[in-house]
């Protein structure tokens, strides 16, 4: 099982950068992804995901200059990011959560058990 991220690099403020999420090991079908970042220093949060019926959620940060797409076939999920920030620096995460997981809880990181390693994205001002 295995969650391949990249994509990450330095960027200044107000670019663009695009994240890739590979996945393989498991039925894709079964899960849906989603991204999530850390800060130094910073718990973990939520950035982006689907629900269960496929329409995209973000984080009140991401909404308006994220945008989640998936490739079912290539078992790849995409982040584009735009309109980059300072704070948007971190390592992002992409997860899987299981396909049973409630809509209440897709935003939360104790429902995704499976996770990648992490691409780093600094954005400097």
């Known amino acids: 099982v295995q969650l391949q991220a990249s994509g990450g690099g330095l960027v200044q403020a107000g670019g663009s950068l695009s994240l890739s999420c590979a996945a393989s090991?498991?039925?894709?079908?079964?899960?849906?992804m989603g991204w999530f970042r850390q800060a130094p220093g910073k718990e973990r949060e939520f950035v982006a995901t689907f629900s269960r019926s496929g329409t995209p959620l973000y984080s009140d940060s991401a909404k308006g200059r994220f945008t989640i797409s998936g490739d079912s076939a290539k078992k790849t999920t995409y982040l584009r990011m735009n309109s980059l920030k300072p704070e948007d620096t971190a390592v992002y995460f992409c997860?899987?959560?299981?396909?049973?997981?409630?809509?209440?809880?897709?935003?939360?990181?104790?429902?995704?058990?499976?996770w990648g390693q992490g691409t780093l994205v600094t954005v400097s001002s």
């Open positions: 090991g498991f039925t894709f079908r079964n899960r849906f």
């Open positions: 997860a899987a959560r299981p396909s049973s997981v409630i809509l209440s809880q897709s935003r939360a990181v104790s429902s995704y058990d499976l």
